[in-house]
């Protein structure tokens, strides 16, 4: 080869070698960005743990005095303070010296404490004023306001409920009316302990392993709090024999070198020929006497918390008369289709008042316990959904007879807080009524026992969260929306405003560049019915940008997406997900419960619906009107009830939905506990759960799906995923899976960690970047090892 040939060569070497070197350092078009660690750190800021500490002066929570007089604590940029209000002099000041109890304390207990930092969140006034007392980690303390002296007092447990060893651990203790007595569990019968001596006695004697008292340990619950409720003379407690020595157990097992330790506890599903049943009775507690109610057994769960809310220890569903005589309660079936109304006395004798029957499901409102026994004048105040929407009624208790409707229209009653007998007004809580108003906003309303004069004491637009004082005549309303901060206002009990005790300051988060969600409005699946939700946009949105969108998703039905339609400056990591780059929604979808009966029902009996159509649906009319949505990347996530969904939605619309995280979901609810299943999709009869299972639609799957479950979770019990799983493998499908191991419900420790793991799924499939590598989350406590 001459020399003009090899020049030639070396120069064209050279040229090619340049256009690949340049070539390899210019990633493709279609190539994905990198996300940065600094790109997760400015996402982690909207993280409650973040934004929370920001917001101050926020909720008035009072505790309430005999006299009306209340306390609250109020966090502050410096720190925090206590405040006493008198509602009739309309005064609001500080409850004491913080000062001088912080100097007295750091004295006595020999540590350092300043006014602005008090070690404690709750204290009790003496009944002169003089006095207040606190717990500080073990210890108990009593502060003389006026001596400005604190001492260390003996009792810790003297006037509040405490923990007691029982047979499963710790459980809580219930105080009597006149706070001389508290009730608790020890080896699986009723005590008491006088709280003035700390002399204990045993009221019960029989209670054995599976069929204790007051227990309150079957399926997801799985607890060791005692379920009772004292009568108004605290003499006698009403409660009851939990019996599941027949029922089947549910199995766990821990992760750990050498032999696993297994869990077991009972736990009955769907189908199961026994289920935990409680035998009612009266305990006479001055004589350890236990009246045994002459009834056949109840259902288990109708007695506690019916699925969405119990009121502390208290029987979820009784009533005493206000002179202890007799005990009014409820008796559900077990598909919850029939309802009857009780009332037994001390002789264990017991008469049905009124029955009411659903063709799905029988519910109560929104706290399960919207009815009252007026012994006084022999009538019932009556919750019933009868005519589509949850009013109330007033019934004759003797005859059974109906009287009258008292609240009706196309709104609904959620919550009674009061009933004024001797004046006969109801006050309560209801939604839907305000024209031009969110359905879901609360407001607190009075309506006589005749249906007349119907008022609204809080007009406001916004949720309503009400306390009332002990006598009725004064409550607390704390009222926003999910893109307004609250504002607190003391009012008289006709409505009229006392004064503003708080409105929240919410700068300091607005100057680090937070935004509220956005309330969204969408008609559902029928073209017709407004539906709620709320979306979440990166604070940096550029319009001409296309955005992925991701679902948020609980669809209940005893519970919603959104839940609370109060403000509050994080909803999980809705915010911080949409600041990686997304479009983040959460719908309301039909079937979910603060609405009509009809809209409640809308797939009783076909769970695997899960309000997905609505969901689609919304999303679909969402893009139609923000182009910056970009409907061919759709993601969907959520836990539990959501967890569900997001498989269900991954196999049912495998074309719609790219990407989904699916977190320690109910995905064959015959795996679940017995009373949610059955309430919601009726009995189990031949195969009417068998297609509302996820596992039997697996092979559908075309998205990327991650699974997640914690091995430990004696709520949604793992073996619920693995189903999923397994058909997955059977359908030779590609997925991910992520056991957290020895991890309950809510996965504790390693919430943060699934919660990254999340935004690196939706990251690298979704927005088709890659994310930083073991980034990791650093909330408040939590410090980079030494």
Not at 338 to 357: C, N, P, S
Not at 434 to 439: K, S
Not at 637 to 642: I, V
Not at 705 to 715: E, F, K, P, Q
Request: proline share 5%.
């Amino acid at each position: 080869m001459n020399r003009a040939k090899l020049s030639r060569l070396a120069i064209f070497s050279v040229t090619l070698l340049t256009t690949i070197t340049a070539a390899a350092q210019q990633p493709a078009a279609d190539a994905p960005r990198a996300l940065t660690a600094a790109d997760y750190a400015r996402a982690e800021k909207f993280m409650g743990y973040n934004t929370t500490p920001l917001v101050f002066r926020s909720g008035v929570r009072p505790t309430w005095m005999p006299d009306d007089r209340f306390w609250y604590r109020v966090t502050t940029a410096d720190g925090s303070e206590f405040l006493l209000v008198d509602p009739a002099k309309g005064t609001r000041e500080p409850a004491f010296d913080h000062a001088k109890v912080a100097a007295a304390l750091s004295a006595a207990a020999k540590a350092t404490y300043d006014a602005h930092h008090l070690p404690f969140t709750q204290f009790d006034f003496s009944s002169d004023g003089r006095t207040i007392s606190f717990s500080v980690r073990q210890s108990r303390w009593k502060c003389d306001l006026q001596t400005d002296q604190c001492v260390a007092e003996p009792d810790a447990g003297a006037g509040a409920p405490r923990g007691r060893a029982g047979a499963a651990g710790a459980a809580i203790e219930s105080l009597s009316p006149d706070k001389k007595r508290a009730a608790f569990i020890r080896d699986f019968n009723l005590w008491v302990r006088d709280v003035a001596t700390g002399k204990e006695t045993q009221l019960t004697t029989d209670g054995v392993k599976d069929f204790g008292y007051a227990t309150d340990n079957a399926g997801w619950i799985h607890s060791d709090r005692a379920i009772l409720l004292w009568s108004p003379d605290s003499k006698k407690i009403a409660t009851f024999q939990q019996d599941q020595r027949k029922v089947r157990e549910m199995y766990l097992v821990d992760t750990k070198v050498g032999h696993p330790t297994l869990q077991a506890w009972k736990y009955p599903l769907p189908g199961d020929a026994v289920v935990a049943m409680i035998e009612r009775v009266i305990i006479d507690a001055d004589q350890a006497k236990v009246i045994r109610l002459k009834m056949p057994p109840d259902q288990h769960r109708s007695s506690v918390c019916d699925n969405i809310a119990c009121r502390g220890t208290e029987l979820a569903d009784a009533e005493w008369s206000p002179d202890s005589s007799e005990v009014a309660f409820l008796s559900s079936s077990r598909d919850h289709k029939v309802v009857q109304l009780r009332i037994a006395d001390m002789t264990g004798a017991v008469r049905d008042v009124l029955e009411e029957k659903a063709a799905t499901q029988f519910e109560s409102g929104d706290n399960q316990a919207n009815w009252r026994y007026l012994a006084g004048s022999h009538e019932v105040i009556w919750f019933s959904e009868r005519d589509n929407w949850g009013h109330l009624y007033l019934y004759d208790s003797a005859t059974g007879k109906l009287k009258n409707q008292i609240t009706k229209g196309d709104w609904a009653v959620t919550d009674v807080l009061r009933v004024d007998a001797k004046n006969r007004l109801i006050y309560f809580l209801g939604v839907g009524r305000e024209a031009g108003r969110n359905p879901y906003f609360k407001h607190l309303y009075r309506i006589g026992f005749d249906g007349a004069n119907l008022s609204l004491l809080t007009s406001d637009d916004g949720n309503h969260e009400v306390t009332l004082s002990p006598s009725g005549r004064f409550f607390v309303d704390n009222y926003s929306k999910p893109d307004v901060a609250p504002v607190a206002v003391l009012r008289h009990q006709d409505g009229k405003a006392i004064t503003t005790l708080e409105q929240t300051d919410i700068s300091k988060l607005m100057a680090t560049g937070w935004q509220p969600p956005a309330p969204i409005t969408i008609k559902a699946r029928d073209g017709k019915t407004d539906l709620y939700g709320l979306m979440f946009k990166p604070t940096n949105l550029e319009p001409n940008q296309k955005y992925p969108i991701v679902n948020h998703i609980y669809p209940g039905p005893q519970g919603g997406s959104v839940g609370n339609w109060s403000f509050v400056a994080a909803r999980g990591d809705c915010q911080a997900l949409a600041e990686l780059g997304f479009i983040v929604v959460e719908i309301e979808g039909m079937g979910n419960p603060l609405r009509s009966k009809s809209f409640h029902d809308a797939y009783f009996g076909n769970m695997g619906d899960n309000t997905l159509p609505d969901q689609v649906s919304g999303m679909k009319q969402l893009a139609e009107k923000y182009s910056w949505i970009d409907l061919g990347r759709v993601g969907i996530y959520g836990h539990s009830g959501g967890g569900y969904a997001t498989a269900d939605a991954m196999f049912r619309y495998p074309d719609f939905f790219k990407v989904g995280i699916s977190e320690s979901g109910n995905h064959d609810n015959r795996e679940y506990e017995d009373d949610w299943g059955e309430r919601y999709q009726g009995l189990l009869s031949g195969t009417n759960y068998d297609d509302q299972a996820n596992q039997s639609l697996a092979k559908n799957l075309k998205g990327h799906l991650l699974l997640a479950h914690g091995t430990m979770d004696d709520n949604v019990p793992p073996n619920n995923t693995l189903l999923v799983v397994d058909a997955l493998i059977k359908a030779n499908k590609d997925f991910d899976l992520l056991m957290l191991p020895n991890q309950r419900h809510g996965y504790g420790s390693a919430g943060n960690y699934m919660t990254r793991r999340r935004w690196d799924y939706f990251v690298r499939y979704l927005l088709g970047a890659e994310p930083p590598s073991n980034y990791q989350m650093r909330p408040p406590d939590v410090r980079p090892a030494p």
